[in-house]
T-cell receptor, first 115, second 114 residues
Framework: AQTVTQSQPEMSVQEAETVTLSCTYD???????LFWYKQPPSRQMILVIR??????QNATENRFSVNFQKAAKSFSLKISDSQLGDAAMYFC????????????FGTGTSLTVIP | GAVVSQHPSRVICKSGTSVKIECRSL??????MFWYRQFPKQSLMLMAT?????????EQGVEKDKFLINHASLTLSTLTVTSAHPEDSSFYIC??????????FGNGTRLTVT
C-alpha cells in the first residue's frame, strides 16, 4: 500500500528565512510522481512543485525547491525567503501513473510565517 | 490555464434531504475526476474516482448509495449526498485531469447539515 507521511504537523518560520518541510513515502513502484500542494485558508489546493521519480535532478520553482532522495523515499520541500503569503497547509502527495491516477496525500503541515 | 469549477461553494441543508455538488472542467476534457472529503485540519481523503461514461470506483468505507457520483460528460461530474445527516457535514473537493494533463482542483464545497 502506498502511504505518505508528513511528520511535522506544524512549522513556523521567520519572514525572509528558509524552512524545510519533510515528507516520506512508502512504495514498491519505480515510476511515480511526487507533489507538494499548498492549501491556504481559502481551501483552494494549489500545486507548488512536482517531481518525476525517474529524474535525479531536484525540481525547483522560484523560491521552492525539493530534496528528492529516491533510495530513502524522502521528498522534502524547501521554501526560501519565506513570505507572509506562504502561510498555509502544505500537503505532500504521491501518484503512480496508469493505475487509476489516484493521489495519495500526507496528513499535512501547517506553516506559519512570522513577520 | 486549465480551471476546475466547483459549485456551490457553500451549502446548508436539513437532515434527510439530498444535496448535489457539481464539478466542471472549464477548458479541458476531464477523463478522470476525483472526489475528496476533508475534515477540519486533516488531509484530503479520497472518496471515489470517476471515469467518464463508467461507474465510479469507491474507496473502502465510502457508501456508494449515500454518495452518488455521476460523470456523464467529459466536463462534468456530480456528487450527490443523499439523505444527508449532520455527520456528513464536511468540506468536499473535486479534482480533474485530462489525458496527459496535471491534476486541477476545484475550490471545494462546505456542506453543513442541520
Amino acid at each position: 500500500a502506498q502511504t505518505v507521511t508528513q511528520s511535522q504537523p506544524e512549522m513556523s518560520v521567520q519572514e525572509a528565512e528558509t524552512v524545510t518541510l519533510s515528507c516520506t513515502y512508502d512504495t514498491s513502484e519505480s515510476d511515480y510522481y511526487l507533489f507538494w500542494y499548498k492549501q491556504p485558508p481559502s481551501r483552494q489546493m494549489i500545486l507548488v512543485i512536482r517531481q518525476e521519480a525517474y529524474k535525479q535532478q531536484n525540481a525547483t520553482e522560484n523560491r521552492f525547491s525539493v530534496n528528492f532522495q529516491k533510495a530513502a523515499k524522502s521528498f522534502s520541500l524547501k521554501i526560501s525567503d519565506s513570505q507572509l503569503g506562504d502561510a498555509a497547509m502544505y500537503f505532500c502527495a504521491y501518484r503512480v501513473p496508469n493505475t487509476g491516477n489516484q493521489f495519495y496525500f500526507g496528513t499535512g503541515t501547517s506553516l506559519t510565517v512570522i513577520p | 490555464g486549465a480551471v476546475v469549477s466547483q459549485h456551490p461553494s457553500r451549502v446548508i441543508c436539513k437532515s434527510g434531504t439530498s444535496v448535489k455538488i457539481e464539478c466542471r472542467s472549464l477548458d479541458f476534457q476531464a477523463t478522470t475526476m476525483f472526489w475528496y472529503r476533508q475534515f477540519p485540519k486533516q488531509s484530503l481523503m479520497l472518496m471515489a474516482t470517476s471515469n467518464e461514461g463508467s461507474k465510479a470506483t469507491y474507496e473502502q468505507g465510502v457508501e456508494k448509495d449515500k454518495f452518488l457520483i455521476n460523470h456523464a460528460s467529459l466536463t462534468l461530474s456530480t456528487l450527490t449526498v443523499t439523505s444527508a445527516h449532520p455527520e456528513d457535514s464536511s468540506f468536499y473537493i473535486c479534482s480533474a485531469r485530462g489525458q496527459g494533463s496535471p491534476l486541477h482542483f476545484g475550490n471545494g464545497t462546505r456542506l453543513t447539515v442541520t
